[in-house]
């Protein structure tokens, strides 16, 4: 069953130097359950696509249902459905990680005994428990990122959109970032949307991939079968695989002129 | 639920300003030294109106810390906008007139704040003026806080970084501050001056105190001062609210 399902979803700049077609018309669909991989160069239209599907930026095209929730005519329920974590992360480095776990779940509605309830499971499931009083701040990289991904689980959502969850984290907390998300599929049932940029991760995460280049979806798929069909065999490497459907360099190997 | 999150916002921004304390008092800094040091060249000086020179130059001041200290307002949310606090926010289901209120409300309460000390300091340099006069004076500058703050915010959110707001903040302030006569009646200058005058908003606001801190209440002054104040203040939470609604182009 299809959770998430984009048809022509668009999103056009105007800025000084006239129109930026940011995403140009996206289609997908994601399964529940699923943990997708989304790809794509710098600029192809990632974190925009994001954006939309999370109510943060209003579409200037197409249509999409997150949860069953209209994005245009059902932002609040989509709201209730997604959590997400941008890029940059989203909390205030003066404040505790207590008040900041407090705080995300009084938005979200919860009393102030359940939100100060939540945010103790919360530091219990992923490992914050001694950090509670701590400012957000003082927290190290990888610690960082579990909160963000703490705050954006606060609602149990269904779905949970992460930008890039693993850029500038250590090799240990990126492992540590792979098993939380697949925990949270296995244990919840969470469908997982997210970007990446390192390619072992998106084939070692990802149940399915869709590359975007250039505002439009370029490709999509399991990462075997993309690697099959566009890198030339079930064993390519991602890398070469990503540079074929993006035509960033190499081609796939039966049109690379042999070197004699 | 507007009350709920708005109340949620207002307590999580109340907070941190209480964490910095010193740049609550230092807020008041400029007010009090023009208080002390401006204030009292005044004294001797015919200013055309009726009352003290005190009962002139509090309420302009008043006006002036309400002016400087509400328009930037907006700096902690470009802060607050590149540590992706604002898109947390955005992504949850809070009301988007709750995360402009619960921080222009606070900013109103600093204001209160610090509108209360200089008060004070002005009672202590001479200053005298009936009770009901000095309280609608805080109710024009809260109203003029609310409506600078909620612009603030709005531009805050479009330009994204200190670069532009700075500048931009700066080249609106000053000439408002001086258009307006916070310092002395702009009744004292050429007629040119003094109609250029009566179109700032903020003009009318200062008339409308310092009636009030004569004790004249039924004026055309006051009338037009609850007319503009109400009138701004309205036009500009409209405007910080679209703008927070629609957001992120």
Known sequence: ?260 | MLLHDTGLIYGRYLRQSLRSRFALLFGVLMPLLYLLFFGPLLTGLPLGGQGTSWQVLVPGLLLQLGLFGASFAGFSLIVENSQGVVERMRVTPVSRLALLLGRVLRDATVFAFQAVLLVLAALVMGLRAPLPGVLIGFAFVALLTVSLASLSYALAMKVRTPQEFGPTINALTMPSMLLSGLMLPMSLGPAWLDVLSRLMPFRHLVDAMRDAYVGSYATAHMLYGVLVGLALTALAVTVGTRVFRTAGA
């Open chain 1, 1 to 260: 069953m299809a959770i998430i399902s984009a048809a022509g979803l668009a999103r056009t700049f105007v800025t000084k130097g006239g129109p930026v077609e940011a995403v140009r018309g996206i289609d997908l669909t994601v399964r529940e359950g699923e943990i997708l991989g989304f790809l794509g160069p710098n600029g192809a239209g990632k974190t925009t696509t994001l954006r939309m599907l999370t109510t943060l930026l209003a579409p200037t095209g197409g249509a999409a249902t997150v949860a069953g929730h209209d994005l245009a005519s059902d932002a609040a329920g989509v709201r209730r459905a997604c959590g997400y974590v941008a890029q940059s992360g989203g909390v205030d480095p003066q404040i505790s990680v207590r008040e900041e776990l407090v705080t995300q779940g009084r938005l979200y509605r919860l009393s102030r005994a359940r939100a100060a309830e939540r945010a103790e499971e919360l530091a219990r499931d992923l490992d914050l428990a001694g950090l509670l009083d701590r400012r957000c701040g003082a927290l190290s990289g990888g610690q960082r990122r579990r909160l963000d991904i703490a705050m954006a689980l606060t609602h149990r959502p269904r779905v949970l959109f992460l930008d890039e969850p693993t850029t500038g984290l250590d090799p240990g907390s990126r492992a540590d970032l792979w098993d939380l998300v697949r925990r949270l599929r296995d244990e919840h049932g969470t469908t997982v949307f997210l970007t990446t940029h390192y390619l072992d991760e998106a084939d070692a995460l990802s149940d399915r991939l869709v590359v975007v280049d250039g505002g439009t979806v370029a490709a999509e798929g399991t990462p075997a079968a993309l690697k099959r069909e566009y890198g030339g065999s079930p064993d390519a490497p991602l890398q070469d695989t990503f540079l074929a459907i993006t035509g960033r360099g190499a081609a796939p190997a039966d049109t690379t002129p042999v070197a004699v």
